[in-house]
């Protein structure tokens, strides 16, 4: 039931707020967009493409990597209960190891964002694996349980599928920068 005392505007603050937390996954991959682009623009243009990818690579490392996983490994281990409704599941001991394989993962997407081309490796592919992995138990979900709940159908499913894209493609291109400069 709507509260007719409640000014729109809030209403409509409080639904973009819990969307931006809901999908934190595209949330955080549009802010490492956005701080990619400040630190190019604090840098005199032309840019190179070796600059463009480091920019890019980088914030995406720190945000799409380090932050999101941290932000993830806080929901499932200190908000189980919550985690596991959002994603259709009865709350489980499991909530917990996805939740500190998440923040092994974060702490490597924190030190890749300024670590060199093989430790960045390093930082995506552990990701990349557990992503695609999950993103293979959210259809197991969806066609044996018809679990289509927002945290396994929604926004984080594809998620679980482009972000390794994207990961691999930065890491690539930054590869053959590297090895051309």
Known sequence: ?????????????????????SNFSLSFFVIGLIF??????RKRPPWDKKTLVEALFSYFLLFSIGISF???????????DMAAKFIGWAN?????????????????????FRGSLGFRA?????????LWGA????????MSEHNFAPGNAGVVF?????????????LYLQYQYRKHA
């Open 92 to 112: 489980s001991p499991f909530q917990y190891e996805v939740g500190f394989a998440s923040l092994g993962f974060a702490v490597l997407g924190l030190i890749a």
């Open 36 to 41: 990619s682009l400040v630190s190019l623009f």
């Open 1 to 21: 039931m709507v509260d007719l005392n409640v000014h729109p505007k809030t209403i409509a603050m409080e639904y973009f707020i819990e969307f931006v937390l």
């Open 135 to 142: 993103a293979g138990g959210h259809v197991y979900q969806m």
């Open 122 to 130: 390093a930082a995506v592919l552990g990701p990349v694996f557990f």
């Open 70 to 80: 941290f932000y993830n490994f806080v929901m499932h281990v200190f908000f189980a």
């Open 158 to 170: 594809w998620s679980d599928i482009f972000l390794p894209v994207v990961s691999l493609i930065l």
